[in-house]
Structure formats: C-alpha cells, structure tokens
C-alpha cells in the first residue's frame, strides 16, 4: 500500500463526479458561445440587422464619436444616460451602446475619431420604436470594443483654422 492513498469514502466519489459533470457542462457552454459568433463585415449588418437580432457578432470599422445625450426613444427604452455610452462605430444607423465602467470611460477618452475598433456583441433592437424613421431601430450591445489602429495623420485633411491668413502665411490671397 501506498502512503499517499487516500481512503476514499462514497461521499468524496460523488462530489469529484458531480464536479466533473459540472467542469463537463461548463466547458460544453463556452464552447457553444465561441462557435455561435458570427463574424460579419459591417457592410452586411447596417443593410440586414434584423437578420442577425439577438445574434452575438464581432466585426471591425472606423470609430467616429460618442453621443453625449441621448434621444428620448433610447431612454424610454431602459438606457439611461449615467449608465451607457453611445459609440457611433461605422454608420449612426447602427449605434454601439457600451456599458459605462471606470475602464470603459478611460478608453473612450483616449479614442481618437478614425481610429479602426473592433466590436464584440450582440445585435438587438430597441423597446421603443423612434418616431422619425430615419432613427435607429437596432443597436448593438456591446460586450467588448478593443482598438486595432489608430488614425493616420497623413490620411487627415491639414486644419486650416491654425493657419495664419494673409499671402506670406500660407493662406489665400487677399483681394
């Protein structure tokens, strides 16, 4: 006989399968939810998002801005304005409402418009419907939103408003 053997009661065997039944399920769940995400070009999504409603999607575009309050449909709904950012990502038909969190409020900060971010969520459409039809009716609740680049400043149009006006500043010309 071994020193290390234990003496193994019927109880302890119980619990070690009962806690590889649940190891079992557990596993079973999380790789149900990886194989269940579609990954969508956003082309796709803004034309159709009615086909994939309460479908987990992962796509990637250009991040414009966040809307600072929201419209009165969107409240109605159940967001409320402390608790929720609105990221337009892509197209504002379309939005990005992302849980407002320490970390989440600091890496809204820092993003810059036209940077590339990617997308993690669910796609699913408002309680209320808004009263102009050119609102959107879907949005994606966002588990995650990670930047793949940043903007290229050479991409950027110069900001004429800094120059100087007059003929030797680099302006136009008077008349």
């Known amino acids: 006989m071994s020193l290390f053997r234990r003496n193994r009661t019927g109880k302890d065997a119980i619990m070690r399968?009962?806690?590889a039944l649940?190891?079992?399920c557990f596993c079973a769940v999380s790789a149900h939810a990886v194989t269940n995400t579609n990954v969508v070009a956003?082309?796709?999504l803004k034309v159709a998002p009615e086909k994939y409603k309460n479908k987990?999607?992962?796509?990637?575009?250009?991040?414009?801005s966040f809307l600072p309050t929201f419209p009165p449909y969107v409240e109605a709904s159940?967001?409320?304005n402390d608790k929720w950012f609105i990221l337009l990502v892509g197209d504002p038909i379309l939005p990005v409402l992302f849980k407002k969190t320490d970390t989440n409020s600091v890496f809204v900060s820092t993003l810059k418009a036209?940077?590339?971010?990617?997308?993690t969520g669910?796609?699913?459409a408002f309680r209320v419907e808004p009263k102009a039809s050119f609102m959107p009716t879907?949005?994606?609740?966002?588990?995650?939103?990670?930047?793949e680049s940043e903007p290229n400043p050479l991409d950027q149009p110069p900001d004429f408003r800094k120059q100087q006006k007059g003929p030797l500043r680099g302006g136009p010309p008077r008349r």
């Open 42 to 44: 956003f082309a796709l």
């Open 22 to 24: 649940l190891l079992g």
């Open 114 to 119: 036209g940077s590339s971010v990617k997308v």
């Open 17 to 19: 399968t009962l806690a």
């Open 122 to 124: 669910r796609v699913r």
């Open 56 to 64: 987990h999607v992962v796509y990637t575009d250009t991040y414009g």
């Open 138 to 147: 879907y949005y994606v609740d966002a588990d995650a939103v990670g930047l």
């Open 78 to 80: 159940g967001f409320k």
